[in-house]
């Protein structure tokens, strides 16, 4: 263990009221050094993720970006093997994380070789939010290059074939999130056109929601180009992981949280995935986070 390293986890382990802007520079200025005992942080915590329950322990997040940002090839099998854990553990150990950065983690650092990627989306077992995250980081690796286009379409539309059979076998399973709403979105920003007619028999069907995506939706989107797709997954802040300091700029606000207002499980509202209680937003109504974007080029382009 590097004297560097040494120096740097202690900074990094847990949330601190002020951003650690200091030690992600050293450790991105160091990367040689700080990259082997954070990819085996990763493989450690995949084997076991008990010291992902620590109240306010961070450094394993921090790991996975700053890999990330680095795309550095040697996290992401181990990445994509977290994503196995079971839903209480993917809770414990992403929480918020596995919606906003966890498949986006995933395309930065694959190395080409989808099939870690496939297990995890086929996982029946998994936790539904990682392998959506899965999903993503497929669409995403073959917009950005980091893996073939052909591959990646010819698996997203036969899992798609296979979860439409689901849906119809099951139709009223009422899960929390179903991974054919995000699946004709992620074809559709692949440009998919030769798959349109068969997710318009599934939206026939009333297998998609279309208070997610309507099929003008998709129809329209799936006509642009990879270069608009991908300017439009940027513009959303669905794109690679480029910026930790960025990523993490709000962090320090959570240490701040009042006790009460954090439910009982680490990190409090970091940690803690979002369960869609009310409506869900259309695509084309306004995000309902403020931005003034329709919600399908802002949080709804995940």
Request: charged share 25%; proline share 8%; hydrophobic share 45%.
């Amino acid at each position: 263990m590097t004297d560097i390293w040494t120096a740097l986890a202690p900074q990094l382990a847990h949330l601190s009221p002020t951003q650690p802007r200091e030690a992600l520079a050293l450790a991105d200025t160091h990367r040689a050094e700080v990259a082997p005992p954070l990819v085996a942080l990763l493989e450690a915590l995949a084997a076991d993720p008990a010291p992902a329950r620590a109240d306010g322990y961070v450094l394993h997040l921090y790991a996975m970006l700053l890999l990330a940002a680095w795309r550095d090839t040697r996290a992401y099998r181990p990445l994509a093997e977290l994503g196995h854990l079971d839903e209480a553990s993917i809770d414990e150990v992403f929480g918020q994380l596995v919606h906003d950065s966890y498949g986006r983690a995933l395309a930065s650092c694959c190395d080409g070789d989808i099939a870690p990627l496939t297990r995890l989306a086929d996982a029946a077992s998994a936790s539904l939010w990682a392998r959506a995250a899965a999903l993503e980081a497929l669409t995403l690796a073959a917009l950005t290059g980091r893996a073939a286009r052909g591959p990646v379409v010819d698996f997203l539309a036969d899992f798609g074939a296979r979860e439409a059979l689901l849906l119809k076998d099951k139709p009223d399973a009422g899960a929390e999130l179903e991974l054919l709403d995000l699946l004709v979105v992620c074809l559709a920003d692949l440009g998919a056109v030769e798959h349109l007619p068969t997710i318009r028999e599934w939206f026939a069907a009333g297998l998609v929601d279309d208070s997610y995506a309507t099929p003008a939706d998709i129809a329209a989107d799936i006509q642009r180009s990879p270069a608009e797709c991908l300017a439009a997954l940027q513009d959303a802040g669905r794109g690679l992981i480029d910026d930790v300091a960025r990523e993490t700029a709000l962090w320090p606000a959570f240490h701040e949280l009042p006790p009460v207002q954090l439910p009982p499980i680490p990190l409090g509202s970091l940690r803690e995935p979002i369960r869609r209680d009310e409506t869900k937003v259309g695509r084309n109504d306004p995000c309902p986070c403020g931005s003034g974007r329709k919600y399908k080029k802002c949080h709804g382009a995940n």
